[in-house]
């Protein structure tokens, strides 16, 4: 399914003051924390999303390239990335033992598979990114599409296990770290004999070596709602890497690259187009028939003394909005006068015979211009 906007996650306005923020996702985050939802993957990924959320809107620089740019602003940014760092003054907001973890920073370990794996912790798979390049009418309009990429699949013949002979390793005794004091200092390596696990296998699986899990291709099916815009992103959840030893998949993040099209392009969600009509349908006026992106046929009135480069607007013609429901952006169509370039005999005189009675000149005198119009 496609992204949420950030503000309607969190349900609050585009306007919104840094303590809104922060009060919405706290309300949110105490909701849907994963202790108070033990097993409800729907409350997990729901808070996921707040905790996306917040980690933008609450940074003044994120947020500004996410208002201006939307989704694509943030991914060039490089965010959100979830790193519990980002988040190091959470503990004023939720208390330091917030949920029952050891801090904010536990809590994100246990969510999105930071630090080590540590015994008993099921850290989620990595999440994978696929580019899919689809037609502008395809992004305007919707689709579905099924795309084929590899990930690392679960075992079946272990199970995810691993192997046989699963048991606790007697070198970290399952922290899957070793401690070593220097000082005043305590300092975590990730044990060598476990590599971090915590537990090891006696007997190895041999289709999968152990891991849990081996390299598959894998079809799946994207749904690409209408209004979809060039750089943006779908994530599909689950559909990422499975992780070691059984542990759940991340998420697969679908890019959206669309193809431009030879005759219409998209500002936000309206939508331009230039049409050609002739000198005398510019001065006298006329009724043409438009034909927009989707085919539909739309009468359009070109008032008598149109100028070169005019711009009218049908309301509600243009690109379908994100959110859903009915409500469209407008259809721009830019009127370029045509100017004939071969001219019969008879042409020729009526037209000479227009400029006597304008009263046309050889020398023109020079009119006002902007460097915007060159």
């Given at each position: ?28 985050a105490v909701?849907?924390?994963p ?20 980690e933008?809107?609450?940074d ?6 996410y ?5 694509a602003?943030v ?61 502008f ?45 220097s000082g ?25 070596g ?47 690259r669309v193809r ?9 969600y ?18 043409i028939?438009?034909?927009s992106?989707?085919?539909k046929r ?8 149109t100028?070169?480069?005019k ?6 013609e243009?690109?379908p909005?994100?959110?859903?429901g ?16 071969k ?19 050889q ?7 902007k460097?915007?119009d060159?």
């Amino acid at each position: 399914m496609a992204k949420r906007d950030y503000y309607e996650v969190l349900g609050i306005g585009k306007g919104a003051a840094a303590e809104e923020i922060k009060k919405a996702y706290r309300k949110l985050a105490v909701q849907y924390h994963p202790d108070r939802n033990q097993g409800n993957a729907e409350a997990e990924a729901k808070f996921k999303e707040a905790t996306e959320a917040y980690e933008v809107l609450s940074d003044t620089r994120k947020r500004q390239a996410y208002d201006q740019f939307g989704f694509a602003g943030v991914d060039n940014m490089g965010g959100p990335t979830f790193n519990a760092s980002a988040f190091s003054g959470f503990e004023d907001i939720f208390g330091e033992n917030f949920g029952g973890f050891g801090g904010f920073g536990d809590l994100f370990d246990s969510l999105f598979g930071g630090g080590s794996r540590r015994s008993g912790t099921r850290a989620r798979g990595e999440n994978l990114s696929y580019e899919l390049h689809i037609d502008f009418e395809q992004a305007v309009f919707g689709m579905e599409k099924e795309i084929e990429y590899a990930r690392l699949q679960a075992c079946e013949t272990c199970g995810g296990a691993g192997g046989e002979g699963v048991r606790t390793c007697t070198q970290c005794g399952g922290s899957g770290q070793i401690r070593r004091s220097s000082g005043f200092f305590s300092i975590a390596s990730p044990c060598h004999v476990c590599r971090g696990e915590g537990t090891v296998i006696d007997n190895p699986c041999r289709k999968c070596g152990g891991s849990g899990t081996y390299r598959a291709r894998r079809k799946v099916k994207v749904t690409i709602p209408p209004g979809m815009d060039n750089k943006q992103r779908i994530r599909v959840d689950g559909q990422g890497n499975y992780g070691p030893k059984g542990s759940p998949p991340g998420d697969l993040y679908v890019h959206i690259r669309v193809r431009p099209h030879a005759s219409f392009e998209r500002h936000d969600y309206d939508l331009y187009c230039a049409i050609p009509i002739s000198i005398s349908q510019a001065a006298l006026g006329a009724d043409i028939w438009v034909k927009s992106l989707d085919g539909k046929r739309i009468r359009l009135k070109v008032p008598s003394g149109t100028q070169d480069g005019k711009m009218l607007r049908i309301r509600g013609e243009g690109i379908p909005y994100l959110s859903g429901g009915t409500r469209r952006g407008d259809f721009y169509v830019k009127l370029k006068i045509q100017v004939p370039v071969k001219l019969s005999s008879k042409e020729r005189d009526l037209l000479k015979q227009f400029a006597n009675l304008q009263g046309e000149e050889q020398e023109s005198t020079p009119i006002p211009i902007k460097l915007k119009d060159l």
